[in-house]
């Protein structure tokens, strides 16, 4: 047995059972050969490493400055690879089981006000061809809360504007409902009239967003957008399409909304996860204790 081989065999086995997306596959793939090269300059043998061996090296990994999200991502990456060779049979217990993770902490998300966002919307200058195309985009992040790459396959065979509903696939291919309001659902219906008019790709037909060659976005498209748009409309703040996500969560929580109702529209696993937006506007917190009848404003 050698590193690269069960290295190369673990990321097959990730990508085919887990369902893993290829950006995933590839940051773990990365952080293995972070191992792979740790372990062989002391020549280390997949089967032959210890837990001592690990925690060398998750000391080596926090020498070189990476922050404690890193960290335990390497750890959970390192945590599935040797639960994998245990598993297949190639080693009896996991050196890595009984390693804890690093704290990453709570990152708190930047969120944009319903004043900031439009005039986001309002900086677009739908006077050029992709304009109305990159104003519906924007209506799309933020009114259904949608991750990039959920946008980016979005089908126009799943956009039903007269139920109100999109049908999006997202991690791990799962597929929900997530509802589209009346602002976004006019948005895109201009970009659609536009979009028959195009010349497009073959394989591309159903792809609901599309560059002026008819083909698909990319990331990257999207992200250039979205800072272009936040820099014309005079946005000091660091603004990306996932900042339109937790925008879209926060507004909802701060309205009332009911945290397992956001928590599906979002997509999220866990609860936990959706969580995070009950920590954002403690000022809101702070309005509502003022409704009992014990409260004290100071």
Known sequence: MNWEHII????????????????TISAYGADLKKLQTFMTDRSVE??????????????????????RVSQ??????????????????????????????PNPGRKLPDVL????????????????????RNRAIIEVLYGCGLRVSELLSLQLSCYFPDKGFLKVTGKGNKERL????????????????LRN???????????????????????????????NAAVAAG????????????????????GGADLRAVQ????????????????IDRQHLKEVIKMHPRATVV
């Open 197 to 227: 008019k195009m010349k497009i790709k073959r394989d591309c037909e159903n792809i609901l967003f599309l560059n002026r060659r008819g083909k698909k976005l990319t990331r990257t498209m999207i992200l250039i957008m979205v800072k």
């Open 264 to 279: 599906e529209m979002l997509g999220h696993e866990s609860i936990i996860t959706t969580e995070i937006y009950t920590h």
């Open 8 to 23: 190369n065999d673990y990321a097959e086995y990730i990508g085919l059972e887990k369902s893993l997306s290829a950006a």
């Open 46 to 67: 997949p089967e032959k490493v210890t837990m001592e061996d690990i925690e060398s090296f998750l000391s080596n990994i926090y020498d070189s400055g990476l922050s």
């Open 72 to 101: 335990a991502r390497i750890l959970s990456g390192v945590r599935g690879f040797f639960k994998y060779m245990q598993t297949e049979g190639y080693i009896k217990t996991s050196p890595a089981e009984l390693i804890n993770s």
């Open 113 to 132: 006000s319903a004043d900031e966002i439009d005039a986001i919307i309002g900086s677009i200058d739908v006077s050029q061809p992709e304009g109305h």
């Open 178 to 193: 997530a509802p589209i309001g009346s602002q976004a659902i006019k948005a895109v219906e201009i970009y659609i009239s």
């Open 235 to 254: 946005i000091t703040k660091t603004v990306s399409p996932h900042t339109f996500r937790h925008s879209f969560a926060t507004h909802l929580i701060t």
